[in-house]
């Protein structure tokens, strides 16, 4: 994988992103401010997306780069103990992770990996987990979306 300096990725951010990510209680901001600089740190390594836009989705922090599939970011009040990076629900990539990274995670059916707020994130899973969602119309078609299968 070649990295490339940080400025060569475009991030069209829409301006309602700030507001909602300091909406969130003093506690949550940290939690979900890592996973969106780990989102935006995975698309600057991979030398085919070139532009993400950022944008809120169901009043989420939404991420999308061109070929990809959306990934959504949220804290709920219902369910204060955790955090959740959502994936499209029909798309084969949370069924992928479960396959490749087993127990690593914790899922939510077929949307989301759920991290409790004092789990520590596996930061090179999760960063994998990304670049599948983030390239997923490039890999969908291949077994695993590409990626072996645990021996």
Excluded at 17 to 30: D, F, T
Excluded at 66 to 76: A, E, F, Q, V
Excluded at 137 to 142: A, L, Q, S
Aim: with cysteine; net charge positive.
């Amino acid at each position: 994988m070649i990295f490339r300096s940080m400025a060569n990725l475009k991030i069209n951010q829409n301006p309602k992103i700030e507001q909602k990510l300091k909406s969130y209680p003093k506690e949550i901001i940290p939690k979900i401010q890592f996973l969106r600089d780990l989102i935006i740190e995975t698309a600057k390594e991979n030398e085919s997306i070139l532009e993400i836009e950022e944008t809120l989705k169901w009043g989420e922090p939404s991420y999308l780069a061109k070929k990809g599939s959306t990934i959504r970011i949220d804290w709920k009040p219902k369910k204060p103990n955790q955090y959740v990076m959502y994936f499209k629900c029909t798309s084969k990539l949370v069924l992928t992770f479960k396959e490749v990274f087993g127990d690593t995670f914790n899922y939510e059916t077929t949307r989301a990996i759920v991290f409790g707020l004092d789990e520590k994130v596996p930061i090179k899973e999760l960063k994998e987990c990304v670049e599948m969602a983030l390239t997923y119309h490039n890999i969908k078609d291949k077994p695993l979306l590409g990626k072996e299968p645990k021996a």
